[in-house]
């Protein structure tokens, strides 16, 4: 019947052509009716992490095992979608789900090529296997995901499908969704990127880790360059705009920098906080938690406390290399040691781990985990020399496993991680809101959160609260102490006979009270806690947030032996600084779920409003005006580099300098800075508050309070202001009062102001005393020691 031989094989083709029809065919109706059902995509609900923020908008947390932001289709940027498009799907718009066109040229080019080269996929396929099929390469698999793709097609709108595509896609760095990969690459909403990015976005779902810029920018590049080279074609850009995108420098975030200011001890608060409200869900729910930090002022006390560690351990010298490791002669080999050593080794802070691979008293050279290399030289040098020198039994040898800074663009010292601990909190003095806090030198190091987990003692930094206890029992700032020894009974000092001293060993006559706190004076902080009694005073600390039971009624309270946590105390200077109210310090403003709405509401106490007062105003004004001598004249001297009148604080050092304390504030801003070991042990010689822990403050109230105008605070009613005699603490008679200058107290002139509640004003002094004879120079006049 068939004459020529090409009949049977046309015969031969058709035979398998009907067959293969007709085994699909069945293969599609037993496969249609199992194919799951589409809830998944009609009612998506892709799981999105808890995102924390500070008050401005700055993310600085987020929790969950996927990085997810979800992005409407409408809020595409038309270039985005279109990159995707010629990356991916080109025929997206006009095929049904499975794109025959695409499969024939993808089957000519891997025939041709003699392997896999191209794929078929179409978007929609990818989605199909995305929520609902495995990544196996099997027969079953694939007709499945055809099978899937078109119901897909026939169900819902390609804008749809697109808008599932773009929010549920992997691409890398546990980056899910585009939304989430311009914030993990870029580190800004998709919105705000270029054409450049988002080719280079574009690139990542045919092979996430092939292609992530973060670990080999080249081949991502590659990449991008191809998606643009594929949008010129299909003519959704022209000549210029692909060139432009073309030489487009692209900066990617590091994998280190996900967040937009560090805040992890804060962040790490706000989850546990939600999660022992909400368990588990918080994880993948949306939730938006929005703090009360300010990222500027978060920014300047990270930078305070790093910086204000290493100064101390500068001052402190180096203690050698973190590890050892031998290089060897060959070059690959060495690489590969190098490599291997620091390949475990995160940078913490801007400290980048480096391996020495030369040293000379004059120069060490370093190389860094991305392979580049570094000179030491110079000053950078000095706090090396000996171990550089090899001198002392020291020696910094190749191979040595090291920290290294850059201190400018060209510029490395060697540096190391610390022992020592910090922290800092600063807090809304008007209603309690924390506006920065910075719970140690780092949080991958050591998550112990010292601002709210550290108790301990405070030091001369709790005197103020004594003093404040005093002026209700009708002390005065000029009433006269006794600065002379004193010898306390056991029953007096909680169990041992105790001799308190001055921190620099001094003794002297009587001292005003003003000046003894300018000073920090200990013999006569003693002696008015034991003039107004132990019990009174562990009552009356109530009143600023302590817990009495951490304060045993013996008179070692004078000198802060109890124990407070930095956020406590933080709140505690808040009420001197805010005029006699108590507010308790708050940190999350609100939480809202995906859909923005509000599951939690910061109701804080605010002054003015529903703050309750618990000192007299009188008190908290004459305390503050008490504590802006010691930023002036005092312990905190150095404070006046700041150049503000506003500012009044106190410092504090504990036995052996084990914690170095600063609490400061303005009339809007209260901060405290803490340094110690969590082991206590000493800090090392002259380590005192005003050494260690008041320039930590200095640096973050000085970018904080940057072109922020000066206030005072008002005087409260109720207040005398007279003139006194230095020496004496007793009023001058009208008859000796000329025009005296408010000046340093205890200086020169006829006396000097000073102020009294107006039912405890001073005893007068005769005006024919005054200046009968030369008085000798009062105590407190004399220079005073840090502490």
Do not use: C
């Not at 004193?486 to 006559?509: F, H």
């Not at 084990?658 to 000493?682: E, H, I, N, S």
């Not at 072109?707 to 009208?734: C, F, H, N, Y």
């Not at 405890?760 to 000798?776: M, S």
């Amino acid at each position: 019947m068939f004459s020529k031989w090409w009949h049977y094989a046309l015969a031969l083709v058709v035979s398998l052509g009907v067959v293969g029809t007709a085994l699909a065919g069945l293969a599609a109706a037993l496969i249609y009716p199992n194919l799951p059902p589409l809830e998944a995509l009609t009612d998506y609900k892709p799981k999105l992490p808890l995102r924390v923020y500070t008050a401005d908008g700055a993310l600085i947390g987020e929790f969950g095992e996927e990085r997810r932001a979800f992005i409407a289709i409408d809020k595409v940027p038309a270039y985005m979608k279109q990159a995707i498009i010629a990356a991916e799907d080109e025929r997206f718009y006009a095929h049904g789900g499975v794109d025959t066109l695409g499969i024939l040229r993808a089957a000519s080019a891997n025939l041709l090529s003699g392997g896999v080269k191209e794929g078929a996929s179409t978007i929609t396929m990818q989605v199909a296997r995305n929520f609902f099929l495995s990544n196996e390469k099997t027969l079953t698999r694939k007709l499945s995901e055809a099978m899937l793709a078109m119901k897909i097609e026939h169900n819902l709108s390609k804008d749809k499908i697109l808008e599932l595509y773009i929010n549920q896609i992997y691409l890398g760095q546990r980056a899910y969704g585009f939304e989430a990969a311009a914030r993990t690459y870029f580190g800004k909403p998709m919105q705000a990127l270029s054409l450049a990015e988002f080719a280079m976005l574009a690139g990542l779902p045919k092979a996430p880790s092939r292609y992530n810029p973060v670990v080999n920018f080249p081949r991502a590049k590659a990449r991008q360059e191809y998606v643009l080279k594929r949008m010129l074609t299909l003519k959704f850009i022209d000549q210029p705009t692909w060139q432009a995108a073309m030489a487009q420098k692209l900066v990617i975030r590091q994998a280190k920098q996900q967040t937009d200011v560090a805040a992890d001890f804060a962040a790490e608060m706000v989850r546990q906080t939600l999660f022992e409200k909400y368990g588990e869900s918080i994880y993948s729910s949306g939730y938006k938690a929005v703090t009360t930090l300010l990222r500027t002022q978060q920014a300047a006390a990270n930078q305070a406390v790093w910086m204000g560690v290493a100064d101390y351990d500068l001052r402190h010298g180096y203690r050698g290399p973190e590890k050892q490791i031998v290089l060897p002669g060959d070059k690959t080999a060495r690489e590969a040691a190098i490599a291997d050593a620091l390949s475990e080794l995160n940078t913490v802070s801007d400290m980048q781990p480096a391996v020495v691979i030369s040293v000379s008293p004059k120069l060490i050279r370093a190389q860094l985990q991305d392979n580049s290399v570094v000179d030491i030289t110079g000053n950078s040098l000095k706090w090396v020399a000996n171990w550089a020198a090899g001198k002392k039994g020291r020696q910094l040898l190749p191979g040595a496993v090291v920290r290294v800074q850059a201190t400018s663009a060209q510029a490395w010292r060697l540096t190391q991680l610390p022992e020592v601990e910090a922290a800092l909190v600063a807090i809304d003095p008007k209603n309690g809101a924390i506006t920065a806090l910075v719970g140690g030198f780092d949080f991958n190091r050591n998550k112990f959160n010292h601002v709210t987990q550290a108790w301990r003692q405070p030091g001369s930094s709790f005197k103020p609260f004594v003093y404040s206890a005093a002026l209700e029992k009708g002390f005065t700032p000029a009433t006269m102490i006794d600065n002379a020894p004193i010898t306390l009974a056991a029953e007096e000092a909680g169990g041992t006979v105790w001799e308190p001293k001055n921190y620099d060993g001094s003794t002297g006559g009587p001292v005003r009270l003003r000046s003894a706190l300018t000073k920090s004076l200990n013999l006569v902080s003693v002696r008015i806690l034991q003039g107004i009694g132990p019990y009174y005073a562990r009552d009356y600390i109530r009143r600023f947030g302590f817990d009495p039971a951490r304060h045993p009624p013996y008179l070692t309270m004078a000198l802060g032996a109890g124990s407070v946590t930095p956020l406590q105390l933080a709140a505690a200077y808040g009420v001197f600084a805010n005029g006699g109210f108590s507010v308790k310090p708050y940190l999350i403003e609100k939480v809202t779920d995906k859909e923005g709405r509000v599951l939690m509401q910061a109701a804080p106490q605010v002054v003015g409003s529903n703050a309750p007062r618990v000192i007299d105003p009188r008190n908290a004004w004459l305390m503050t005006n008490l504590l802006q001598d010691v930023t002036r004249y005092g312990t905190a001297a150095r404070a006046g580099q700041l150049g503000r009148n506003d500012i009044a604080g106190k410092t504090g050092t504990t036995n052996d300098a084990r914690d170095t304390w600063f609490a400061g504030y303005t009339p809007d801003l209260v901060a405290v800075a803490w340094m110690g070991y969590d082991q206590p042990r000493p800090l090392g010689r002259s380590e005192t508050g005003a050494q260690s822990a008041l320039p930590i403050w200095m640096s973050f109230m000085g970018r904080s309070l940057q072109g922020v105008p000066q206030k005072s605070w008002p005087m409260p009613s109720g207040i005398l202001t007279l003139q006194i005699d230095p020496a004496t603490g007793t009023r001058l008679a009208e008859s000796a009062i000329g025009d005296v200058p408010d000046g340093m107290p205890g200086g020169e002139a006829k006396g000097m102001t000073e102020y009294f509640y107006q039912e405890f004003p001073p005893p007068e002094a005769p005006a024919a005393d005054w200046g009968a004879e030369p008085a000798p120079a009062p105590a407190d006049s004399l220079p005073g020691t840090p502490i």
